[in-house]
């Protein structure tokens, strides 16, 4: 069995499962909960100045028969004193010494505010600390959160204000309500922190109630933009990662969050650069025992691969990820079509007619009589639209066609230009 341990910035954890800063964390019954089931971290809801939640708070976004494939919340921090969370805080310490806790931590741009809440957060014992510079809606209107997670220069300066008391690793938090997160995750580091941790919630209306026309979620009559979270961001939260992951300026440690909801989603993220990954949204959905899984398919993964530990995962994609200047322009791949498994719902002919390239003909076997898919290769581009939209799983694979020409990006078309020289991509 291989060693599911993980030391993220030196914040060691049983495993690279911990609970996201959200509802799931927000007490200390939650938590040991969390541990229990086999979490092998979680960040506390986030603490500061408490406040006022309204009802109602969340909804979900359902497609295709699948439940909760996005998720939209507009709660906000903790509405509990925070002598109270540091009490259950340390209780939860104290009964799961070897389990990782990490206080969230907001409070108004001050030197002296963030000074104090550090110490008494570290005072009981905490592993570690996550600045929550993310929150999209209610505390960026008081000046917190992601209005402070959009400007590099505020994220340095709290950041160092942080670490001149801290005495455990600082994680910040980053919002993806912004151009390019690289300058903000260079911000954190150039701060002093130890690791960043990324993506908090996307600004978003979930729906409009056609009948009351109403926004949803709504208050008596009203409502507001609120953070969207759940499988749909994963792509865009594994995009975030990976670009911080293979930027030299950044160069710290990175906690994954954004849409994972199995094990493969982690995997996914451990070797695109993070080191652990938090989950929310899977966890209200399914409850706290969906680490159980988690666990088995990472053990069952790593061990037909013969790898010894979780941490070799890490990072090993991020050198196949590029900008697209530099992907080969002489590769080619084209659709073929599997008529042994194929259905004959002509999706792929109606898709590849109507908005991709008319490359797949409808033909009529003269032996069978019976009408075929037949891809014409020398048309097809390779987009792989047909193989998307087919509902049978590897009926239509993208086959790689030998070019025999040698491999020439567009970079380096450009710069043969002009250098004056011919490029072989012209016939491409």
């Known amino acids: 069995m291989a060693d599911l341990s993980i030391n993220l910035a030196g914040i060691p954890s049983p495993n690279p499962f911990w609970l996201a800063s959200a509802p799931p964390t927000n007490s200390g019954y939650q938590v040991q909960r969390a541990f229990e089931a086999g979490w092998g971290g979680a960040v506390w809801k986030t603490l500061g100045e408490p406040i006022i939640n309204v009802t109602s708070r969340f909804a979900g976004l359902h497609f295709g028969g699948q439940r909760v494939l996005g998720f939209n919340n507009i709660e906000l921090i903790t509405d509990k004193p925070l002598e109270v969370n540091l009490k259950e805080m340390d209780e939860t310490k104290k009964r799961f010494p070897k389990h990782t806790l990490i206080a969230s931590l907001m409070v108004e741009h001050k030197q002296e505010a963030w000074h104090e809440i550090v110490k008494k957060v570290e005072a ?31 994220i340095r300066q709290q950041v160092e204000w942080v670490k001149e008391v801290a005495q455990t690793p600082v994680i910040v938090k980053l919002t993806p309500n912004i151009t390019d997160i690289r300058f903000t995750a260079r911000a954190a580091a150039q701060g002093g922190a130890d690791a960043i941790s990324m993506i908090n919630t996307i600004n978003s209306l979930m729906g409009v109630d056609l009948d009351k026309w109403l926004p949803i979620p709504h208050v ?31 160069g710290i440690p990175i906690s994954g969050i954004g849409g994972i909801s199995n094990w493969r989603d982690a995997v996914e993220f451990l070797l695109m650069g993070a080191t652990g990954v938090q989950v929310c949204t899977a966890a209200m959905h399914h409850g706290f025992r969906i680490v159980e899984d988690m666990i088995d398919g990472l053990n069952n993964y790593l061990d037909q691969r013969g790898i010894a530990s979780v941490m070799d995962l890490v990072g090993k ?49 003269v032996t069978t009589g019976k009408e075929r898919l037949v891809v014409r290769e020398e048309d097809c581009v390779g987009c792989n639209l047909c193989s998307i939209v087919c509902p049978v799983e590897g009926t239509i694979e993208m086959v790689e066609i030998p070019t025999n020409q040698p491999p020439l990006t567009w970079n380096q078309r450009q710069a043969a ?8 991509s012209d016939t491409a």
Not at 237 to 248: H, I, S
């Open 124 to 154: 009981i014992g905490v592993d570690g600390l996550e600045l929550n510079f993310g929150c999209p809606h209610g505390m960026a209107e008081r000046g917190m959160g992601s209005a402070v997670g959009q400007h590099p220069d505020l």
């Open 220 to 250: 008596d009559g009203k409502g507001a933009h609120g953070g969207y979270c759940g499988p749909a961001v994963k792509p865009i939260a594994l995009n975030m990662v990976a670009e911080c992951a293979r930027d030299p300026l950044v």
């Open 317 to 365: 994609a991020v050198p196949t990820y590029s900008d697209w200047g530099h992907l080969n322009l002489n590769y080619k791949v084209v659709a073929r079509i599997n008529d042994e498994t194929c259905i004959h719902c002509n999706k792929c002919h109606i898709a590849c007619e109507d908005t991709s390239h008319q490359c797949i003909d409808r033909v009529t076997d």
């Open 417 to 424: 230009l002009a250098a004056g020289g011919s490029s072989s």
